[in-house]
Structures are given as C-alpha cells and as structure tokens.
C-alpha cells in the first residue's frame, strides 16, 4: 500500500523535477562562477527536452493502467539519462552569447534568466508535493483538510 501510495498522482512526476532542477542548478551555478574564467565554455541541459521526456512518459503511464499510479521511466534522452534509478544530466556547451578577447562566451542575463526559470520549476514542483503529501497525512490521520 505504502509503494502505491509513493506512486500514486503526480508523486513521479513531481520527483524527477526535483531531480532535474537540482542537478541543472549545479550547472547553472558553475556556469556563473565562472563566467570571467580564460576560455571557459559553459554547459547546460535543455530543460525541453527533459519536458517532452516527462511528457512521453506520463503518456505511457496513462495507456498502462489509466495514469492512476506507476512508477515513471523516463527512459534515456540525449541529455537526460537514467541510470540504476538515478538521473544523469549529459550537458553540452552553448556557444550563444558575445565571445570575447579571453574566448569565453559570456551571457550573464541569460545565465540569470536560466537560474530563475529553473528555480520557479523547482518551486511549483516542491508547492505541489507539499499539498499532496498535505493531503496523504490528513486521510492517514482520518482528518479533513
């Protein structure tokens, strides 16, 4: 009952977004840390292709037994891989932004546009699990919410 309640709704879906925005947050900030850094290039994820991912899977989900509950296999992308049950982010360099004397592209606007793009993901992501997990103590406690 336990794993059925871990696998029910929006539960997997909810998990692997915490585990994407995580891990691209780490790249999003080594980016940044090292935006003034001689011929660094900078490397990041396509969060789209993490999404349509998501997407196919829920849908594969959905044909199997209606969507109610199962676990989510997100399978493996070019960027996004599961691997023993862990998610793997292969990033590549982005070569976008104004190339300067050191050979470094920088782009620090779009660096912060990617650092709050992310977080917001994040944070809807954590808002929804805070309310279903709110919801599973009330109908474990037998009370109303």
Known sequence: ????????????ALEKMFLFAGQRQRLIAHNIANI??????????????FQQSLSRALDERREINGGVSGELDLGSVDEVRMVGGQMQLVPNTHTDG????????RDLERLM???VENATM????????RKNQSLIRGAIAERVI
């Open 1 to 12: 009952m336990i794993k059925d309640l871990s696998t029910a709704g929006a539960l997997p």
């Open 36 to 49: 003034d850094t001689p011929n660094f290039r900078g490397v990041d994820v396509d969060p789209r292709s």
């Open 98 to 105: 104004v190339l300067f004397q050191d050979r470094n592209h």
């Open 113 to 115: 546009q990617d650092m």
């Open 122 to 129: 994040f944070r809807v992501a954590s808002d929804l699990m």
